[in-house]
């Protein structure tokens, strides 16, 4: 009959209202899953990032802190009580103060204590010329480096324990080619420091005998400059002074030095 009909009808058509409701239902409750996941994901990521980044950050605090406590503290000179000391101590940049050389660079500027280090040597000598006891004697550079700007620039950056630029201690630098006859004479009439009142530190054996010939007193530091060279070339010196001599033009190597002592 007509109303049985009209029923079933009816609940056909709410059965499939029914079925499409619940299908939409579970459409919308699985994007919300996916998103609320998503959203769990992101975070979950985040946290582990910045766990990361902060156990990074501590590892590498912990390392500079390690260092900073492992590293050496300067040495200072030790000289004979009332030993002559020079006027006027001359260095050379490359292989001398400083390592690798600039040429070396291949066009690359190079960074204070990342390309170019000080040697531990050169950090003693700078060291003790900063301090107390060398107030009346003065530091030159004397240098054949072609790349004047980056060794200027790097004189600026090299900083001491107390952060003092060593740029400071140097009164007269010299830094072009040419023969260390010519920087050492500049060095002489601008400083106004006889050459017997000087001393050279050099990597380069026809750099120390240009020195020589004028008369002033050169270290061999084939190597690059070391506390040896510089605690032993000033005993050097000071002998040499105690002879009351006028002309020091002599070159002194690392075995001459321990010899003397």
Not at 10 to 20: D, F, G, N, S
Not at 136 to 154: C, I, Y
Not at 209 to 231: F, I, K, Q, S, Y
Request: charged share 30%; with cysteine; aromatic share 6%.
């Amino acid at each position: 009959c007509r109303p049985q009909r009209r029923c079933r009808a009816i609940l056909r058509l709410v059965a499939k209202i029914a079925r499409r409701v619940h299908n939409v239902c579970a459409r919308i409750a699985w994007t919300v899953m996916r998103v609320v996941a998503c959203m769990l994901l992101t975070h979950a990521s985040a946290l582990l990032r910045s766990s990361g980044l902060r156990r990074a950050s501590a590892t590498a605090l912990h390392a500079k802190k390690r260092k900073a406590k492992n590293k050496e503290p300067p040495k200072r000179a030790e000289l004979p009580k009332g030993a002559a000391r020079p006027k006027l101590i001359v260095f050379d940049l490359d292989n001398t103060l400083w390592q690798p050389e600039l040429y070396q660079m291949r066009g690359k500027k190079p960074k204070a204590n990342k390309d170019i280090k000080l040697t531990a040597g050169a950090l003693d000598a700078l060291h003790d010329l900063a301090g107390e006891g060398w107030e009346k004697t003065q530091a030159a550079v004397a240098s054949r480096a072609t790349a004047t700007d980056w060794a200027e620039k790097l004189l600026a950056d090299f900083k001491l324990d107390h952060g003092q630029s060593i740029a400071t201690l140097f009164s007269y630098r010299e830094i072009y080619e040419g023969n260390k006859r010519k920087h050492l004479q500049r060095i002489r009439e601008a400083s106004g420091v006889a050459y017997c009142d000087m001393i050279f530190f050099d990597d380069y054996t026809e750099n120390l005998g240009d020195a020589a010939h004028l008369g002033v007193m050169g270290v061999h530091c084939p190597r690059g400059l070391t506390h040896e060279h510089w605690e032993g070339g000033l005993r050097a010196y000071a002998r040499l002074k105690a002879q009351d001599t006028s002309f020091m033009g002599r070159m002194f190597t690392l075995r001459d030095l321990r010899e003397a002592d």
